[in-house]
C-alpha cells in the first residue's frame, strides 16, 4: 500500500528557499514515478516536475524550471523538490504524487496515489 508523506512548507519571504520532501512509507518505490502538483482556491492542480527511479525528469509549468528542482533517493522512499528564488506566486499548497509505473506523466490523473498537501507561503 503506497502511503505518501510530505513535509517541508512553510513561510518564507521573497528570493527565499525550501526544501519539500515526500517519503512513501507503504512501500519500495523503485518502480514508480513521482511528480508534485500544486494548487491554489479556485484552480486546477498544476503540474510541475516528475521524477522515476531512473533519474529521469520531467518539468511542467516554465515557471519553475531554473528555479525547483526534484531528486530521490531510493534507499529512503524519499523525493525532493529544491525551491530557490521562491515568489509569492508560489504560495501554493503543494502534493506529492505516485503511479506504479516509470513513465513520466504531467497528467494528475495519471497518479493514483496523493499526500496530503503540505502549504507553502511566500510573504514578507
Known amino acids: 500500500q503506497v502511503q505518501l508523506a510530505e513535509s517541508g512548507g512553510g513561510l518564507v519571504q521573497p528570493g527565499g528557499s525550501l526544501r519539500l520532501s515526500c517519503t512513501d512509507s507503504?512501500?519500495?518505490?523503485?518502480?514508480?514515478?513521482m511528480g508534485w502538483f500544486r494548487q491554489t482556491p479556485g484552480k486546477e492542480r498544476e503540474f510541475l516536475v516528475a521524477?522515476?527511479?531512473?533519474?529521469?525528469?520531467?518539468y511542467g509549468t516554465d515557471s519553475v524550471k531554473g528555479r525547483f528542482t526534484i531528486s530521490n533517493d531510493n534507499a529512503e522512499n524519499t523525493v525532493y523538490l529544491q525551491m530557490n528564488s521562491l515568489k509569492p506566486e508560489d504560495t501554493a499548497v503543494y502534493y506529492c504524487?505516485?503511479?506504479?509505473?516509470?513513465?513520466?506523466?504531467?497528467?494528475?490523473?495519471?497518479?493514483?496515489?496523493w499526500g496530503q498537501g503540505t502549504q507553502v507561503t511566500v510573504s514578507s
Open positions: 521524477i522515476n527511479w531512473s533519474g529521469s525528469v520531467l
Open positions: 507503504g512501500r519500495t518505490f523503485s518502480t514508480y514515478s
Open positions: 504524487a505516485a503511479r506504479i509505473r516509470p513513465a513520466l506523466s504531467g497528467l494528475w490523473r495519471d497518479y493514483p496515489y
